[in-house]
Each structure stands twice: as structure tokens, then as C-alpha cells.
């Protein structure tokens, strides 16, 4: 193994929140920062090219490659754990930007009672009502320590949202830029909203609306509403990833190197301090980086599956395995054409009456909720066609095709995310018997819904379906009861816990500040870090954590002086 230089700061990962910490440390200290990522680079001239909805978003081509690493899942511990060998139910990035490059932009603020998860529901119904087997913790910070650090997130990446939403915590500052345009389709769920009583409003999004200067002087277009988002870097830079929004500021840092194609093995240790990473490069030379300092950042669950293979943790790691409750939902089929190719990944109505704690749960027999949104991504041809209404009886033939064809402008769907409480009995480990194609051992997911997620299902979807009928709608046909947790299909990649935060070593691996509490020179950024999901997407409180940790890693004695 061949020993490197040493670096102040090694940072594992150079997606969102690896890089957005390159940027911080790196503008704001002289200290010497080295990222390393697994993936490739890119940038955003190579996606002009990369319109191809088969190769790009059915064939994965941004996503991790599971021959070379993918996780083992089984539902409980009473099942044998196999490994996923075409990712499904979530999809990790790979290359520079991470999943951040292919993301949809949705970038909603959690709920401030999230936060304060435990005390604010014990307080209000009383213990009883907790789920059998939870593991619901409070985070050790609220909404007020973070909300500052929302602003400045939001203000990086210009996002684009109306500044008096119905509900959620209190804001500093309006949106840099107002919400984009919805489409037809959201036009139509927002009305039926509003005449049912419910209090719709457009999603906050990272798919700019207009021209935005940053504060780091970086310029991104509005987006033009060619629905090719989710799975896809966008073409003209409108969606903030990484490469378009952090790139251009680090590339000026002579501070900063970034190095590709560098899978990272373990994070080394002695006297309870990291000493660097070991790490394989594009040609399978093993190298040591010694760092004073180490961050990870390389999502959910290689972060937990780092810690592990790293030995470094306590019985912590790997606990509060959430993901997000997207069961119930609804196919709408219109005597009316939609014109539902045009889209972008955000441009979404949401309607927050039923998520959270935001109505009274006293008469129920579940805690918590969803929200329900009117997706209008642009439904690419290939993935969004053969849908049909029930009164067609045939799945092949000319009359089902000629239903599809019918069909294809005709129909959309209203989806819902709930939220994901957690249980004790979701969790990830080693998996003892398979490996990936470095020899270490894979990741193992044990992970199943619970009765509350098929009780917000239940709920939700009669309210789901209450809308699309008074969005005039000719058939509106339900997804169905929540069946059990299946890694197959598609949910979202909003996968959180594995190395958690809060108050005290006893319940978490992190401390307030994301600081390992056994290795403190060791720091994990990211949703792994999250006690449980809170129904919205995760990454605008994963930007907001990071800046919050580079504030005190920039303002603590603990930080190594410069070029120390
Ligand atoms: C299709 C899709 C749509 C999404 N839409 C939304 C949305 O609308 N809203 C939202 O909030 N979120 C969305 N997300 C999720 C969002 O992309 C993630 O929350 C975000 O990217 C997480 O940032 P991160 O830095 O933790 O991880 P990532 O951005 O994934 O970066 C992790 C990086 O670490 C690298 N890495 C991993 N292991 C190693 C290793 N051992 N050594 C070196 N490098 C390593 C990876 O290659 C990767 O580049 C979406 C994700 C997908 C896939
Ligand atoms: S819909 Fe907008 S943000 Fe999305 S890829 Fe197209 S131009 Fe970019």
C-alpha cells in the first residue's frame, strides 16, 4: 500500500454534501482538502448528449453498479438476506455529484416537530400511543438551530417556492425565486384541492424558475420543462447538482483536490483518532491517505456500511433504518388531452392537510402522515406508456394497444410520500455471507412497513381518491393496500438512519454537530444521520446539516490549523 501525503481534511464521497463541505472548509480555510469518489467526474456539457430515457433511466446508467456492489435485503430477521442484483427500490449514485446529479430538485423543510419527534408526540397523545417496537428518538437539535442553515441552503441552490406556505416552522427569508410554472394536470389537482377544503401549494424546488445569481456569483438559467429530471443531469444547468452549483466555486480552489475513480475501503484509527483512509484507485492500487481530519460522505448506507467494515462504532450503528411510506397513490384517466410530456422534476402541487401533525390525531388509530402531491416530472414515453382504464379487459393486443395510445395524454396519477417511523426491528448490518467485488462484506438491509405506515396508506388514499374524482376525472382507480416492503420497486432514494445523531452517546452515533461521539476527528454528514425520515424529501436538511457542521468544524478549537 502505497502512503500519501498528508492531507488536513479527507472528505469520502463527492456528492452533495461531500462537496458542498469542499466548498465551505475550502473557501473559507486555507486548510488543504482532498475528496475522494468512487465514481467518475462530469459536468454539465455531457448531459446535452445524455437524453436517452432507455439508457439513462432504464438501464441506470448513473446509478451504482451492482456487479461490482450492491446490499443484501431480507423483510425480518426470520428471512435469509439475498443480494439485490438490479437496484429497484432505490437508486445510489455514482460519479462526481452523486445522486444529487439525477435527482428530481423537490426541496421541501421538515416539519419543525420532527425534530422533537418523541417529546412532541409523547406530550400530545401520551406514551401508549408510540407503535410497539418503535425507535423513535429526538435529534438533539430543533428546527431553530437549523433554520438559519435552511436559508442559506435554499439561497445556494435559488430555490424556487412561495414564501407563505400553509405550514411548516417560521422562515428567516422568502425564497430566492418564486415557484415554477405547474402544468395542466397540477392546475386541475390544485383546484379540486381547494374545493375540498385542503390548502394546496406549489412544491420548493431546485429547478429554477428564473435566472439566479448565487451568492457564490454562480448563475444557473431557468428550467425549460423538457421532463427529463429524475434520472437524468440536466441539460442547461436549471436543476442545482452539484456540478453546476458547488464545481464551479471549488474548481478555483487551489485548496481543494478532487480525485475519481478512488473507492474508499475503511477509515483507519489509532487511539481513538482517525489517521486517513485506505483506499483502491481505477487501476486497483492500494493507497493510505492520512488526514487529520475525516468527514463521510458517501450516503446512507455506505456511510453505515463504512463504519462498520471500519470496526469504528458502537452498538448504535446501523440502527433507525427508515425509508418513506409511497404505497398509496392513484391512476386518473381524463376524457381530455394533458399534454404531459412537459414537466420538470419539482413541478408539483402539494397539499400538507394530512401530513406530520398538522391535524388531530386524537381520534385515530395511527400517528403522523403524508403529503399528497400531483407529480408532473414529463411522462417520457417509454416509461409512462400502457397504462389503461379498467373498463379495458385485454393487457395485450390491438385493443389494448389502441386503449394505450388513448390513454397515454389521458392519464396521470396522484402520488402521496408518508412518513417512515422508526423500529427496532429495522436495521442494517454486515451481511455475513456475500461479499462485492473487493472481497468486503456487503450491507444488509432488514427492513418491513409496520401497522402505521399501512394506516396512513389506508387514510391517504381516501383522500387521494376524493381528489381525483373532483378533478373531474372518468376513472380513478387506486393503487391498493400497502403490501410488504419490497426492494424491487421503485420507491424513492430517500433511505435514512444507520449512523444517527442525537443528544447522547447512549442513543446515537453522532453528536449534534454530526461529530463521531467515540472518534472526534471523525465527521458523517448525510441523511444516515437522520433519527427518521419526515415524509418530505431529505436533501434540503441534509445541505442545511452540512452547513451547519462546516460552521462549527470553521469555528472549533478542534479543527486542525491550517496546512497543520
Ligand atoms: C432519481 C432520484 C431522485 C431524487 N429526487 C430527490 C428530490 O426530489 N429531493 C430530494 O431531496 N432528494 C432527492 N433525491 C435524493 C438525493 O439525490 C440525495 O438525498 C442526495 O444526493 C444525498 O446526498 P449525499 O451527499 O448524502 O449522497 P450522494 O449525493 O449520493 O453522494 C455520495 C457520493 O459518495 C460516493 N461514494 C459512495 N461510497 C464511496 C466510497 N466507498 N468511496 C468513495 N466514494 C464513495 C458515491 O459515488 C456518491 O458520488 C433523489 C435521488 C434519486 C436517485
Ligand atoms: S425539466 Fe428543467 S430542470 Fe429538469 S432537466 Fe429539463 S430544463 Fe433541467
Same mark, same amino acid.
Given at each position: 500500500?502505497?502512503?500519501?501525503?498528508?492531507?488536513?481534511?479527507?472528505?469520502?464521497?463527492?456528492?452533495?454534501?461531500?462537496?458542498?463541505?469542499?466548498?465551505?472548509?475550502?473557501?473559507?480555510?486555507?486548510?488543504?482538502?482532498?475528496?475522494?469518489?468512487?465514481?467518475?467526474?462530469?459536468? &454539465?456539457?455531457?448531459?446535452?448528449?445524455?437524453?436517452?430515457?432507455?439508457?439513462?433511466?432504464?438501464?441506470?446508467?448513473?446509478?451504482?453498479?451492482?456487479?461490482?456492489?450492491?446490499?443484501?435485503?431480507?423483510?425480518?430477521?426470520?428471512?435469509?438476506?439475498?443480494?439485490? #442484483?438490479?437496484?429497484?427500490?432505490?437508486?445510489?449514485?455514482?460519479?462526481?455529484?452523486? !445522486?444529487?446529479?439525477?435527482?428530481?430538485?423537490? @426541496?421541501?423543510?421538515?416539519?419543525?416537530?420532527?425534530?422533537?419527534?418523541?417529546?412532541?408526540?409523547?406530550?400530545?397523545?401520551?406514551?401508549?400511543?408510540?407503535?410497539?417496537?418503535?425507535?423513535?428518538?429526538? +435529534?438533539?437539535?430543533?428546527?431553530?438551530?437549523?433554520?438559519?442553515?435552511?436559508?442559506?441552503?435554499?439561497?445556494?441552490?435559488?430555490?424556487?417556492?412561495?414564501?407563505?406556505?400553509?405550514?411548516?416552522?417560521?422562515?428567516? !427569508?422568502?425564497?430566492?425565486?418564486?415557484?415554477?410554472?405547474? @402544468?395542466?394536470?397540477?392546475?386541475?389537482?390544485?383546484?379540486?384541492?381547494?374545493?375540498?377544503?385542503?390548502?394546496?401549494?406549489?412544491?420548493?424546488?431546485?429547478?429554477?424558475?428564473?435566472?439566479?445569481?448565487?451568492?457564490?456569483?454562480?448563475?444557473?438559467?431557468?428550467?425549460?420543462?423538457?421532463?427529463?429530471?429524475?434520472?437524468?443531469?440536466?441539460?442547461?444547468?436549471?436543476?442545482?447538482?452539484?456540478?453546476?452549483?458547488?464545481?464551479?466555486?471549488?474548481?478555483?480552489?487551489?485548496?481543494?483536490?478532487?480525485?475519481?475513480?478512488?473507492?474508499?475501503?475503511?477509515?483507519? @484509527?489509532?487511539?481513538?483518532?482517525?489517521?486517513?483512509?485506505?483506499?483502491?484507485?481505477?487501476?486497483?492500487?492500494?493507497?493510505?491517505?492520512? !488526514?487529520?481530519?475525516?468527514?463521510?460522505?458517501?450516503? &446512507?448506507?455506505?456511510?453505515?456500511?463504512?463504519?462498520?467494515?471500519?470496526?469504528?462504532?458502537?452498538?448504535?450503528?446501523?440502527?433507525?433504518?427508515?425509508?418513506?411510506?409511497?404505497?398509496?397513490?392513484?391512476? %386518473?384517466?381524463?376524457?381530455?388531452?394533458?399534454?404531459?410530456?412537459?414537466?420538470?422534476?419539482?413541478?408539483?402541487?402539494?397539499?400538507?392537510?394530512?401530513?406530520?401533525?398538522?391535524?388531530?390525531?386524537?381520534?385515530?388509530?395511527?400517528?403522523?402522515? /403524508?403529503?399528497?402531491?400531483?407529480?408532473?416530472?414529463?411522462?417520457?414515453?417509454?416509461?409512462?406508456?400502457? !397504462?389503461?382504464?379498467?373498463?379495458?379487459?385485454?393487457?395485450?393486443?390491438?385493443? +389494448?394497444?389502441?386503449?394505450?395510445?388513448?390513454?397515454?395524454?389521458?392519464?396521470? #396519477?396522484?402520488?402521496?410520500?408518508?412518513?417512515?417511523?422508526?423500529?427496532?426491528?429495522?436495521?442494517?448490518?454486515?451481511?455475513?455471507?456475500?461479499?462485492?467485488?473487493?472481497?468486503?462484506?456487503? =450491507?444488509?438491509?432488514?427492513?418491513? +412497513?409496520?401497522?402505521?405506515?399501512?394506516?396512513?396508506?389506508?387514510?391517504?388514499?381516501?383522500?387521494?381518491?376524493?381528489?381525483?374524482?373532483?378533478?373531474?376525472?372518468?376513472?380513478?382507480?387506486?393503487?391498493?393496500?400497502?403490501? #410488504?416492503?419490497?426492494?424491487?420497486?421503485?420507491?424513492?432514494?430517500?433511505?435514512?438512519?444507520?449512523?444517527?445523531?442525537?443528544?447522547?452517546?447512549?442513543?446515537?452515533?453522532?453528536?449534534?454537530?454530526?461529530?463521531? +461521539?467515540?472518534?472526534?476527528? =471523525?465527521?458523517?454528514?448525510? /441523511?444516515?444521520?437522520?433519527?427518521?425520515? /419526515?415524509?418530505?424529501?431529505? &436533501?434540503?436538511?441534509?445541505? /442545511?446539516?452540512? %452547513?451547519?457542521?462546516?460552521?462549527?468544524?470553521?469555528?472549533?478549537?478542534?479543527?486542525?490549523?491550517?496546512?497543520?
Amino acid at each position: 500500500m502505497t502512503t500519501l501525503p498528508q492531507t488536513d481534511v479527507v472528505i469520502i464521497g463527492g456528492g452533495w454534501s461531500g462537496l458542498l463541505m469542499a466548498k465551505e472548509l475550502g473557501s473559507k480555510t486555507s486548510m488543504n482538502i482532498t475528496v475522494l469518489e468512487r465514481g467518475r467526474h462530469r459536468k &454539465t456539457a455531457e448531459y446535452i448528449e445524455g437524453m436517452d430515457e432507455l439508457d439513462y433511466a432504464l438501464r441506470y446508467r448513473m446509478m451504482q453498479d451492482v456487479a461490482k456492489e450492491t446490499v443484501t435485503f431480507r423483510n425480518t430477521i426470520k428471512d435469509k438476506s439475498l443480494p439485490v #442484483r438490479q437496484f429497484g427500490g432505490f437508486f445510489p449514485g455514482d460519479g462526481l455529484g452523486g !445522486a444529487g446529479e439525477h435527482w428530481n430538485g423537490q @426541496t421541501p423543510r421538515f416539519p419543525a416537530d420532527i425534530f422533537e419527534l418523541l417529546k412532541a408526540t409523547t406530550e400530545r397523545y401520551g406514551k401508549k400511543r408510540l407503535p410497539e417496537n418503535h425507535s423513535i428518538q429526538d +435529534w438533539g437539535i430543533t428546527y431553530n438551530d437549523l433554520e438559519p442553515y435552511y436559508t442559506k441552503a435554499e439561497q445556494l441552490l435559488g430555490i424556487s417556492g412561495d414564501s407563505h406556505p400553509p405550514f411548516g416552522g417560521p422562515r428567516s !427569508a422568502p425564497y430566492p425565486t418564486p415557484p415554477i410554472k405547474q @402544468t395542466y394536470f397540477g392546475k386541475l389537482f390544485e383546484d379540486a384541492a381547494r374545493s375540498l377544503g385542503y390548502h394546496p401549494h406549489p412544491t420548493p424546488c431546485a429547478n429554477l424558475s428564473q435566472t439566479f445569481r448565487n451568492p457564490d456569483g454562480v448563475i444557473r438559467p431557468a428550467c425549460q420543462y423538457c421532463g427529463f429530471c429524475e434520472r437524468f443531469g440536466c441539460m442547461v444547468g436549471a436543476k442545482a447538482q452539484p456540478t453546476n452549483t458547488l464545481m464551479p466555486v471549488i474548481n478555483k480552489l487551489k485548496n481543494v483536490s478532487i480525485r475519481t475513480n478512488t473507492q474508499v475501503r475503511q477509515i483507519l @484509527t489509532k487511539d481513538g483518532k482517525a489517521t486517513g483512509v485506505s483506499f483502491v484507485g481505477a487501476k486497483g492500487q492500494e493507497f493510505f491517505q492520512p !488526514a487529520a481530519l475525516v468527514i463521510l460522505a458517501s450516503w &446512507t448506507l455506505n456511510n453505515t456500511r463504512l463504519l462498520l467494515m471500519s470496526r469504528i462504532g458502537n452498538h448504535n450503528t446501523g440502527r433507525n433504518l427508515t425509508h418513506q411510506v409511497i404505497g398509496a397513490g392513484a391512476t %386518473l384517466f381524463f376524457d381530455k388531452p394533458l399534454n404531459r410530456f412537459m414537466g420538470s422534476g419539482s413541478a408539483n402541487i402539494t397539499v400538507s392537510d394530512f401530513d406530520a401533525d398538522y391535524f388531530d390525531h386524537s381520534n385515530l388509530d395511527f400517528i403522523r402522515g /403524508a403529503y399528497i402531491s400531483s407529480p408532473s416530472y414529463g411522462a417520457r414515453p417509454i416509461a409512462n406508456f400502457g !397504462a389503461v382504464p379498467p373498463n379495458i379487459k385485454s393487457n395485450w393486443g390491438s385493443d +389494448w394497444k389502441k386503449a394505450a395510445i388513448e390513454a397515454y395524454d389521458r392519464s396521470s #396519477r396522484i402520488g402521496c410520500s408518508g412518513e417512515h417511523i422508526a423500529y427496532k426491528t429495522n436495521f442494517m448490518d454486515l451481511d455475513p455471507t456475500y461479499q462485492d467485488h473487493l472481497g468486503d462484506p456487503l =450491507l444488509r438491509l432488514t427492513l418491513d +412497513w409496520n401497522d402505521n405506515e399501512t394506516k396512513i396508506n389506508n387514510f391517504i388514499t381516501e383522500k387521494i381518491l376524493g381528489i381525483g374524482r373532483a378533478m373531474g376525472a372518468t376513472h380513478v382507480v387506486s393503487n391498493g393496500p400497502l403490501k #410488504r416492503y419490497d426492494v424491487m420497486s421503485y420507491k424513492t432514494t430517500h433511505v435514512q438512519g444507520g449512523t444517527i445523531m442525537g443528544a447522547s452517546p447512549e442513543t446515537s452515533v453522532v453528536n449534534p454537530n454530526l461529530q463521531h +461521539w467515540q472518534v472526534p476527528n =471523525l465527521y458523517v454528514l448525510g /441523511a444516515s444521520t437522520f433519527p427518521q425520515n /419526515a415524509s418530505g424529501n431529505p &436533501t434540503l436538511t441534509v445541505l /442545511a446539516q452540512t %452547513l451547519r457542521t462546516a460552521a462549527a468544524i470553521i469555528g472549533s478549537k478542534a479543527a486542525p490549523s491550517p496546512n497543520a
